[in-house]
């Protein structure tokens, strides 16, 4: 059995045999990607950030450890949508991605690690 295998990958990158279970996690369809480029498995925008809190956080890296709390916080609701994520991670590789041009302040980072806390 695979031991949690969760990798993060912008979805302006070509999708890729061994990216395993692709998962969109943003609220917002990213622009200039077709569905049929993008090659998902799912697109789940319950676990994206909200509204609100994408809009307050808008990407400012100063601003991303109070994000990733309040990311967390929210995420708090989805437990059973985490749990699911988990459970594909130990049997395939799941790949989070994200249209987010900074590769390190983005909530799929968050999502991540959190995943792999379960």
């Known amino acids: 059995m695979m031991k949690n295998k969760v ?3 912008r979805i302006y990158e070509a999708a890729a045999e061994d990216d395993g279970y692709r998962l969109l996690v943003d609220r917002i369809w990213p622009r200039g990607v077709s569905k049929a480029k993008a090659k998902l498995d799912d697109w789940n925008k319950e676990i994206a950030p909200s ?3 994408r809009k307050w956080f808008g990407h400012q ?3 991303f450890e109070e994000f ?3 990311y967390k916080s929210e995420l708090k ?3 059973a ?5 988990k459970e594909i991670s130990e049997t395939q590789q799941l790949c989070l991605l994200y249209g987010a041009k900074d590769e390190t ?3 799929a980072v968050v999502l991540k690690s959190v995943i792999e806390s379960l």
Request: hydrophobic fraction near 25%; proline fraction near 4%.
């Open 7 to 9: 990798v993060i990958k």
């Open 51 to 53: 509204t609100a809190l």
């Open 61 to 63: 890296p100063d601003r």
């Open 68 to 70: 990733t709390d309040r």
């Open 77 to 79: 609701e989805h437990r």
């Open 81 to 85: 949508t985490l749990e699911s994520l």
């Open 105 to 107: 302040h983005n909530q």
